[in-house]
């Protein structure tokens, strides 16, 4: 039994998930948004923000694949 069982419970433990996954895709979204305004818009390439929205993208395929294949 682990400490922050005593203070935490599953519905917490799920909103927490849920919330963090949230607001890892609204980052990701931005990022790619920003870009394409920039590339758009002022016509200038941000390969930062490209590898930011494209890193978070592959590591959530990656993680969805090796959590398919464990199950």
Known sequence: MSFL???VD???LAHRQRA???GGTAAVVLA???FAWR???DHVLNWDL???G???VAV????MIWSGLQD
Do not use: D, Q
């Open 5 to 7: 069982s005593h203070f």
């Open 10 to 12: 599953e519905r917490f």
């Open 20 to 22: 963090t996954s949230i």
């Open 32 to 34: 790619m948004c920003l």
């Open 39 to 41: 590339l758009y818009i």
């Open 50 to 52: 490209l590898a930011v």
């Open 54 to 56: 494209l890193t978070a």
């Open 60 to 63: 959530k395929l990656g993680i």
